[in-house]
């Protein structure tokens, strides 16, 4: 899928370590992101319209939106990361997103429902090969006490995208119909690849930490890196509360505009632009601001790093279970005004710290390994959760059934708040651990 590595220069002449580029490099990635999340999020606002035109159940939507693409999406990732740790990254990163936004753009051809769960499982392999070697890139760019900051900047593409694919899905939908939405979001990714592979350079790793001498060892094989990922405590506790946060928010943010449709009778272009501002742009802000006080608050204790996530997390929690005991749109959409901003405030404090305690040639594995766990229980269980919970009370509540399947799946927030409790013990210890094997191998 890519070219072999070219030799990495040396710190002194590497042009990646200008502070223009590495803000310029940054925002291509963002960006790259935020296709990745408009691609894969879209679908969520054309639930309603592709469940009649193919006439299936809440069940097999959830696993269209769920297992069909995390299964392969958190799978492949790992493959693919080990690949890039050892590989141009660059490369990497724009074959996979000429691969997903072709096959989202297939989408809007289909003709049958195991067509358009084939397309959907395409765009997944595809986008496995964009975020681990983005954080890894990011990490040599930006030094660990500014690496939340960049990973938060980078997060926001996850808003970004679902405001993009909102806005763009529910007005598409409403004036040219679900096809067209999918063609529309999907042709402009071949484009961006383009300009990744010609205007993104690869960075020599541990450029922001001066550890470049690191950056000649060979990567780990996969083994070492989940033996080390499943014994440390933080890295353990850090992949499932994301997950379990993320088991939450996939749920929400792919069923919440068929909540919308079906209790409130809303339509599609209203959710689109309601959804685009309050998860868009509250969320955007939840998360930018989430890594920047991390790295503020940690400058005082590292363990900030994940104690801010579960308090800004769980103190919005009893407004989303009030935004599914409300009897009327407006009450519901402004009490998920605030669930929505703090919605993924634990991803870069998460990213920095995993990024921070794994040697630099596992950096991009680690990332996958991360987002495995994160997506399995988080992207595939979430949605597909929802969609069962939703059939199974269907007979008693009817159209109301989305609401309170909804409403079950938000207390799995406590449980994610308790295991980055868990994480933040252990973190210095570990981090520890990690320099000074770090040194040892430097020395």
Request: aromatic share 12%; proline share 5%; with cysteine.
């Amino acid at each position: 899928m890519a070219a072999p590595a070219p030799p990495e220069s040396s710190a002194e002449d590497d042009p990646t370590s200008s502070p223009n580029y590495r803000w310029y490099a940054l925002a291509l990635l963002t960006t790259v992101y935020v296709i990745n999340f408009v691609d894969r999020q879209i679908l969520s606002i054309l639930l309603q319209p592709i469940k009649v035109a193919f006439d299936v159940s809440d069940t097999a939507m959830g696993f269209l939106v769920g297992f069909s693409f995390a299964i392969f999406y958190a799978t492949l990732g790992i493959p693919i990361a080990m690949w890039a740790d050892r590989s141009n990254r660059r490369n990497i990163i724009a074959v996979a997103l000429a691969i997903f936004s072709t096959m989202t753009a297939l989408c809007g051809v289909v003709t049958s429902f195991f067509q358009l769960a084939i397309a959907r499982i395409g765009v997944g392999v595809g986008e496995a090969g964009t975020s681990p070697p983005s954080h890894s890139i990011i990490a040599d760019l930006f030094s660990p006490h500014e690496r939340a900051t960049a990973l938060g900047i980078f997060a926001v593409g996850v808003n970004l995208g679902i405001m993009i694919g909102f806005f763009a899905g529910g007005w598409l939908e409403e004036v040219y119909g679900w096809r067209v939405a999918f063609l529309a979001v999907g042709l402009p990714g071949l484009v961006l690849a383009l300009i990744v592979q010609i205007f993104l350079r690869e960075p020599l790793r541990g450029l922001s930490e001066g550890r470049s001498a690191e950056s000649a060892a060979e990567a780990p094989p996969l083994e070492d890196a989940v033996r080390l990922f499943a014994a440390n405590r933080t890295l353990r506790n850090i992949a499932i509360g994301g997950g379990l946060n993320s088991f939450v928010g996939y749920g929400s943010v792919n069923w919440f505009p068929t909540f919308l449709i079906r209790s409130y009778d809303m339509n599609s272009s209203d959710i689109g632009m309601i959804l685009a501002l309050i998860i868009g742009l509250g969320g955007g802000l939840g998360t930018f601001g989430a890594g920047f006080l991390a790295d503020r608050f940690a400058q005082h204790d590292i363990r900030w790093n994940l104690w801010l996530p579960p308090v800004l997390f769980l103190s919005a929690f009893p407004l989303n279970i009030a935004v599914f005991l409300s009897t009327d749109a407006s009450t519901s959409l402004w009490y998920y005004v605030i669930p929505a901003v703090v919605g993924t405030v634990y991803l870069a404090p998460a990213l920095a710290m995993v990024q921070t305690l794994v040697p630099l040639r596992m950096r991009t594995v680690a990332s996958a390994l991360l987002l495995f766990v994160i997506n399995m229980i988080g992207m595939g269980l979430g949605p597909q959760a929802v969609g069962v919970l939703s059939d199974l009370l269907v007979d008693r509540y009817g159209d109301e059934s989305v609401r309170y399947a909804l409403m079950i799946a938000s207390f799995m927030l406590i449980w994610s708040g308790a295991h980055f409790v868990m994480a933040a013990r252990t973190l210095r210890e570990d981090l520890a651990r990690a320099r000074a094997a770090a040194a040892a191998h430097a020395g």
